[in-house]
């Protein structure tokens, strides 16, 4: 190789680590400071340097827009009908709001040979989830529940019994009951 051919090689490779260390420490949202949920943008309380660090700061949003976001969440509609699991899973997760949690809080077999699959949705700054029950047959999932509840308290347990949905705690304490249609 001749000494020319050696300073444009060194020049490139000089050329392609310095581009890399520069969008290396490039911010992941730079000046970004709205995000996007259901169509609509979220004006953020201030730029972050990463996804992680914007996802472990409670005041992550401009109070202003909890409402609107809240109310957007809550009208949301995943479905009534969902062929598969991973159907039912992407419909439900969907909703949650980017940095919020959702949790595939249990399946419970029933005698009739069905299952009941829960999805526990997080309604940013409201201290409650949003509820979505299905119930699994061999034709399919159907949404079967769709309610909100608070944070605080955990349903442990879902039981089908003459079409009366019922949750329970884990103490075994009715939480909620739930009359499906026919």
Request: proline residues 4%; hydrophobic residues 35%.
């Amino acid at each position: 190789m001749k000494n020319s051919d050696w300073a444009v090689f060194l020049v490139v490779v000089l050329a392609i680590v310095v581009y890399s260390h520069y969008k290396q420490n490039q911010p992941v949202a730079g000046d970004e400071t709205t995000i996007e949920y259901r169509g609509e943008r979220f004006q953020l309380s201030k730029p972050y340097d990463s996804y992680e660090t914007y996802k472990n700061d409670p005041n992550n949003l401009v109070a202003s827009e909890w409402p609107r976001l809240q109310r957007l969440l809550l009208e949301a509609q995943p479905g009534s009908w969902f062929q598969t699991d991973e159907d039912w899973s992407n419909a439900i997760s969907a909703l949650e709001f980017p940095g919020y949690g959702a949790i595939y809080c249990c399946d419970s077999e029933q005698a009739d040979g069905s299952t009941l699959k829960m999805i526990c949705v997080e309604i940013p700054h409201a201290g409650k989830d949003r509820i979505f029950v299905g119930r699994k047959t061999s034709t399919g999932i159907t949404l079967v529940d769709d309610f909100v509840f608070a944070e605080q308290v955990s349903i442990e347990s879902l039981e089908l019994n003459a079409n009366v949905l019922r949750y329970r705690a884990r103490d075994g304490s009715l939480l909620r009951e739930h009359e499906l249609a026919k």
